[in-house]
């Protein structure tokens, strides 16, 4: 089964065609497609046709599936996927009308062990809107001036699910969820395992303060941080078309959802967490 890696032609990201993910991969695409996504941060691949369970199969290559916390949105016939959609089905509590992921954000950044990638799969997208921004945190980091590097790499972060400028978007937790989410503490600049790369790891979504500054100075920052790694020359945007699939390594990289569709359109993605398991 051969396929093609085209790269995007922006900051990140390749398009994978001829690869038709429904059917078993073996190991040597399996390893290509590892390695794709090390090199270029995001993979698209478009036109999939994908049960629940053919996702899931399909995502365990990418290591094992960590369950999002907001277990309501789990998907009812493959619970490692969830299940982000604008169509409210009464009684079945696993939609929401408010538009999830509508701020920059690293996946699970708030956990104690981040995980490695993320997955998004379209099952039904509008016409026109509704695109999703992907910004790559090495170059951001490795734009930023030497003396600046050096200071961030001496500061640490706290991150929390109900953080950041995310919070109106978010779905509140119940008790035992609360439980679960305590604050935790990671590094502003993350170096990857795989690839030894620098990478900024703060987002507006999750991170709530610098913890060796005070808060007026931590704001400060974190709002020139957030500027700058969303410049547009780090950023590639993804206009959705049902079947699409895009898997990102979430240590290089943060993502957005945008708006710009009808409140009467249909938006459903699927998504899973995979890998990690390590503290960073």
Request: aromatic share 8%; with cysteine; net charge negative.
């Amino acid at each position: 089964m051969s396929h093609t890696i085209a790269p995007t032609g922006s900051a990140l990201g390749a398009i994978i065609t001829e690869l038709n993910l429904s059917r078993p991969l073996d190991d040597d695409i399996a390893a290509s497609l590892r390695t794709a996504l090390l090199e270029h941060v995001l993979l698209v691949f478009p036109g999939q046709t994908l049960t629940p369970k053919q996702l899931a199969k399909f995502c365990r290559l990418f290591g094992s599936i960590t369950r999002h916390i907001l277990d309501q949105f789990h998907h009812p016939e493959e619970p490692d996927l969830s299940i982000i959609s604008n169509v409210v089905e009464s009684g079945k509590g696993r939609t929401t009308a408010r538009m999830a992921g509508s701020y920059w954000h690293s996946d699970l950044s708030y956990i104690a062990e981040p995980v490695d990638a993320s997955m998004l799969y379209a099952v039904e997208v509008p016409q026109t809107g509704g695109d999703t921004l992907f910004a790559n945190l090495y170059e951001a980091f490795e734009a930023l001036p030497v003396d600046t590097q050096a200071s961030l790499r001496d500061l640490t972060a706290v991150h929390n699910l109900m953080s950041g400028n995310g919070t109106d978007a978010k779905v509140a937790l119940t008790d035992s969820q609360r439980t679960r989410v305590p604050d935790v503490i990671h590094p502003v600049v993350r170096r990857h395992p795989e690839t030894g790369r620098e990478a900024l790891f703060v987002n507006p979504g999750f991170t709530r303060r610098i913890v060796e500054l005070d808060q007026t100075k931590s704001d400060a920052l974190l709002a020139e941080l957030y500027a700058h790694a969303t410049r547009e020359c780090f950023i590639y945007r993804h206009k959705w078309t049902a079947g699409d699939l895009t898997l990102f390594d979430g240590r290089a990289s943060m993502h957005s959802a945008t708006g710009g569709y009808p409140s009467t359109a249909r938006r459903t993605l699927w998504r899973a967490f995979m890998g990690g398991r390590y503290k960073i």
